[in-house]
T-cell receptor, first 111, second 111 residues
Framework: DVKVTQSSRYLVKRTGEKVFLECVQDMDHENMFWYRQDPGLGLRLIYFSYDVKMKEKGDIPEGYSVSREKKERFSLILESASTNQTSMYLC??????????FGPGTRLTVT | SQQGEEDPQALSIQEGENATMNCSYKTSINNLQWYRQNSGRGLVHLIL?????REKHSGRLRVTLDTSKKSSSLLITASRAADTASYFC???????????FGKGTRLSVIA
């Protein structure tokens, strides 16, 4: 059974903290993605990666960075968390041209 | 950049009825996919239809694609309370570009 896991389901952080969201997939997928989901705005792509040590900006990369040191792991970093980064964060992986597999999501609250 | 737009935004039906959701998009695509999201969870892939296909079935799901009108529809037949979820369409312009998601249709199936 294919699996994408995310390090936390719920996370509460303070403004200014550095936040790490981890995503791990066990399907040997080349491509991995980070999205945020907000009411009324749907899913918006933050960053994606087509290979180890590669990263590409999505539609809303400001305030975020990513790291992909191993094929199975893709980390999203909030360098200095702000309240407008309170959101649901979703990780996904895929092989090119096929369906994406999503993790369960991390609901992040920044206070 | 929001490519797909689902219609309607919300739909409420009785158990046993059929549910139809529509998706329109703006540019040429390689494939179009439909996903389901139960409240507060990650997305689950339902069906993928390629640009050279017109119709696809999977169990109680039927998807059509009209590339001349840049539109797709998802039909769920004989709906059940467990079908209550948000449904998203997503488009890929090529086999190796990120998916672009619409804002979703919220389906409520009343028992």
């Amino acid at each position: 059974d294919v699996k994408v896991t995310q390090s936390s389901r719920y996370l509460v952080k303070r403004t200014g903290e550095k936040v790490f969201l981890e995503c791990v997939q066990d399907m040997d997928h080349e491509n991995m993605f980070w999205y945020r989901q907000d009411p009324g705005l749907g899913l918006r792509l933050i960053y994606f990666s087509y290979d180890v040590k590669m990263k590409e900006k999505g539609d809303i990369p400001e305030g975020y960075s990513v790291s992909r040191e191993k094929k199975e792991r893709f980390s999203l970093i909030l360098e200095s968390a702000s309240t407008n980064q309170t959101s649901m964060y979703l990780c996904a992986s895929t092989t090119s041209g096929y369906e994406q597999y999503f993790g369960p999501g991390t609901r992040l609250t920044v206070t | 950049s929001q490519q797909g737009e689902e219609d309607p935004q919300a739909l409420s039906i009785q158990e046993g009825e059929n549910a139809t959701m529509n998706c329109s998009y703006k540019t040429s695509i390689n494939n179009l996919q439909w996903y389901r999201q139960n409240s507060g969870r990650g997305l689950v892939h339902l069906i993928l239809i390629r640009s050279n296909e017109r119709e696809k079935h999977s169990g109680r799901l039927r998807v059509t694609l009209d590339t001349s009108k840049k539109s797709s529809s998802l039909l769920i037949t004989a709906s059940r309370a467990a079908d209550t979820a948000s449904y998203f369409c997503a488009t890929a312009q090529s086999g190796n570009t990120p998916l672009v998601f619409g804002k979703g249709t919220r389906l409520s199936v009343i028992a």
